[in-house]
């Protein structure tokens, strides 16, 4: 009796390959490897699944043998760009600024608690809108808005009034859609986008500020199911359990290192050293690196940064705000990368264009080669997001969301980072969900924000 396929998304070789052969034509490696491409695609292998994480059925052994063999020879070929991924040489290609400090008693007491209280919000708000819709295009999420009255994008999505030809075309998130619509939305749903800002904070809590990327490793395997992970973080996790070390699991057949999976661990590093966006990006790399290289990287230290000024800027101005908080970000990545390049058009774009479909338009014109969920698309999308809205919380995470691209993961830091500017009464109450969120990180199922606000301070507090 044949049982049924299980086809593990993001680790099988076969699909790693054109991953791979993908990423080196993004990091200058496209001459190096053509020949290696070609031997692939004589042998009868194929190109990466376009939004899929795995082919749908497994290949001959000797191709499956093939793709581990390619693997091996494409991490020999080094990427001839100036994007390095240890922290000095990070540091030496920032800007910085060594003027950025916290305005006087905007990092303390009950205003701090507001301001974390309305992060959390914020991430769970932006989250929780782009889930249904997670994988769906931006043309399908348009269409799916305008069909039920929700273009621009002002509430949580609907399946109500929907018609039957618009659904079939672009169907929900099979996964999501049964608890992040409107109707069926009862606190706030499990996502990884929620997980790993869980972790970092259980990271922080038993290990210290001093924490380790070993301990980052070690919190892995203790607390976060293999199956919640994916892209970059499933086959670092994969390399842990082959006896692979860190910062090698990021490395080892790993062609998602440049993917946004390190950005979504970043919130809190930025929270617990608010005002300090140095601190928290170095808190970021810590992290990113188990998984992670340059611009995935890299998209994890200015995530952190941003969460970290966006708690002390002043909000009597916020599109000012907003520019700090962005600055902030850049000021701690290499001037020089893709990502710092893509998000400067970004923002300037984004100054300068009063319709945002055409921003975003602009963003594709630049990135739209890039898979949905690479770093570098969905980093210039938040920035341009934030900056457009100008501190208007609904028109940050719906923007962000309405590009479709990672809709669950751009909303989240979007929603995570205005909300941090306007506290949680500056969210607008539609967006407030119940005080519960669903996790399977140990400890952590049935969390309010309000306690997950208190343990955040209680980190902070350690500083």
């Not at 290949?59 to 499956?64: E, S």
């Not at 920032?94 to 905007?106: C, F, I, L, T, V």
């Amino acid at each position: 009796m044949t049982g049924r396929l299980v086809r593990l998304t993001w680790v099988q070789p076969e699909d790693l390959v054109g991953h791979e052969l993908r990423q080196a034509v993004e990091d200058g490696r496209s001459g190096e490897v053509a020949a290696i491409a070609a031997r692939w695609h004589a042998a009868g292998g194929h190109d990466a699944p376009p939004r899929a994480g795995a082919s749908p059925e497994p290949p001959p052994p000797r191709l499956r043998a093939l793709a581990v063999e390619l693997l091996d020879e494409l991490a020999a070929i080094p990427s001839p760009l100036p994007e390095p991924s240890d922290l000095d040489s990070i540091a030496a290609g920032a800007p910085g600024n060594s003027e950025r400090r916290p305005s006087p008693g905007n990092a303390a007491g009950d205003g701090l608690r507001e301001r974390l209280l309305g992060a959390w919000l914020g991430r769970a708000a932006g989250c929780v809108l782009g889930k249904p819709v997670e994988k769906i295009p931006r043309e399908g999420i348009r269409r799916i808005a305008e069909a039920t009255g929700n273009w621009p994008i002002r509430g949580w999505f609907t399946a109500a009034g929907l018609p039957d030809d618009v659904a079939a075309r672009w169907p929900w998130n099979r996964r999501s859609a049964v608890n992040s619509l409107a109707e069926n939305v009862d606190g706030v749903p499990e996502d990884d986008d929620l997980n790993f800002p869980l972790l970092a904070l259980s990271l922080l809590e038993r290990y210290g500020r001093d924490f380790t990327t070993a301990d980052v490793a070690a919190i892995w395997l203790d607390e976060l199911p293999a199956g919640r992970v994916f892209t970059a973080e499933r086959v670092a996790y994969r390399n842990l359990l082959g006896g692979v070390e860190p910062p090698h699991t990021a490395t080892r057949h790993n062609p998602f290192r440049e993917w946004i999976g390190a950005l979504i661990r970043a919130d809190v590093y930025g929270w617990v050293n608010p005002g300090d966006p140095r601190t928290a990006a170095e808190f970021a790399w810590r992290d990113a690196r188990l998984s992670h290289t340059a611009n995935g990287v890299y998209g994890a230290m200015m995530v952190a940064a941003m969460c970290a000024w966006s708690l002390v800027a002043q909000s009597d101005d916020l599109a000012s705000a907003v520019d700090e908080v962005v600055a902030a970000g850049l000021s701690v990545v290499p001037a020089e990368s893709r990502l710092a390049r893509a998000v400067r058009d970004a923002v300037a774009d984004a100054r300068s264009e009063p319709d945002f479909e055409r921003v975003v338009d602009r963003l594709y014109e630049r990135h739209g080669g890039l898979h949905w969920v690479h770093t570098i698309n969905n980093a210039a999308l938040i920035a341009a997001a934030l900056t457009h809205g100008r501190g208007d919380f609904t028109a940050s995470i719906a923007g962000a969301v309405a590009a479709g691209w990672d809709t669950d993961s751009a909303g989240a830091t979007v929603g995570s980072i205005a909300g941090g500017l306007l506290g949680a009464s500056g969210v607008p109450r539609e967006w407030v969900l119940k005080n519960r969120l669903a996790s399977s990180v140990g400890g952590f199922d049935g969390i309010g924000f309000d306690e997950l606000t208190h343990r955040t301070l209680a980190l902070g507090a350690q500083r």
